[in-house]
């Protein structure tokens, strides 16, 4: 199989490793060290993916960093259930998280939006 940035929900589930990111699913780990995190999305994120990006928000990578970087500028579309799981990993963190979504489109800046996550994010171009 060729590989494209637009997945589908199906082949992101199969393709997830928890140990291991990769850019099958529709948001992997892009970087992990020290303080600094980068997650990058791609295609859409809906109830059909959600169980990928729980699993991958669990993931053993994320427990240091303090800063994360959501790299949304291959994001489609977003649904609300998988905006509240950001939101819950962020607000949840065992350490206080500082949070940067950069190049979310108009409809997923809504969405975010809509599930609050305005008020712990910082957005950048």
């Known amino acids: 199989m ?11 589930v199969v393709t997830l490793d928890p140990h291991r990111s990769t850019q099958n699913a529709p948001v992997w780990i892009a970087e992990a060290g020290g303080r600094h995190a980068v997650l990058a999305f791609s295609g859409t994120l ?13 993931d053993p990578r994320l427990r240091e960093p303090t800063d994360w970087t959501l790299e949304m500028s291959g994001l489609e579309n977003i649904d609300l259930a998988s905006a509240y799981a950001l939101m819950r990993a962020v607000t949840r963190a065992p350490k206080p998280v500082s949070l940067t979504v950069r190049g979310a489109r108009p409809a997923v800046h809504r969405v975010l939006r809509q599930a609050g996550l305005d008020t712990v994010v910082t957005y950048a171009e």
């Open 2 to 12: 060729e590989a494209t940035h637009a997945r589908t929900a199906q082949e992101a």
């Open 46 to 58: 809906d109830s059909d993916a959600l169980q990928v990006l729980e699993e991958l928000l669990m």
